[in-house]
């Protein structure tokens, strides 16, 4: 698969590039992962990977209140480091 990075990079928005049928590129930070995760499913991408902003692993989470997202594709995150090869 092609991996396309969103536009926003941080996907807080409807990215202005072609994601659909490919997998996205997101940062993190500036919203929630239930937000990158809703525009890049709208957007058609296939897949979504983030790229974490600290060299740590860490467990992303949904909301208290956001127990209704219906997440059909899968959704990954990297650690910095290899965010910055890809």
């Given at each position: 698969m092609t991996l396309i990075e969103t536009n926003p990079l941080n996907?807080?928005?409807?990215s202005?590039?072609?994601?659909?049928?490919?997998?996205?590129?997101?940062k993190c930070g500036d919203c929630i992962f239930t937000t990158k995760v809703?525009?890049?499913?709208?957007?058609g991408a296939s897949a979504l990977v983030i790229i974490n902003d600290k060299e740590d692993l860490y467990k992303m989470?949904?909301?208290?209140?956001?127990?209704?997202?219906?997440?059909?594709f899968?959704?990954?995150?990297?650690?910095?480091?290899?965010?910055q090869i890809l």
């Open positions: 996907c807080s928005q409807n202005s590039t072609q994601i659909c049928g490919f997998v996205a590129l997101s809703r525009f890049s499913q709208a957007g989470v949904c909301t208290k209140n956001n127990t209704s997202l219906s997440i059909k899968p959704v990954v995150m990297i650690l910095r480091s290899a965010g």
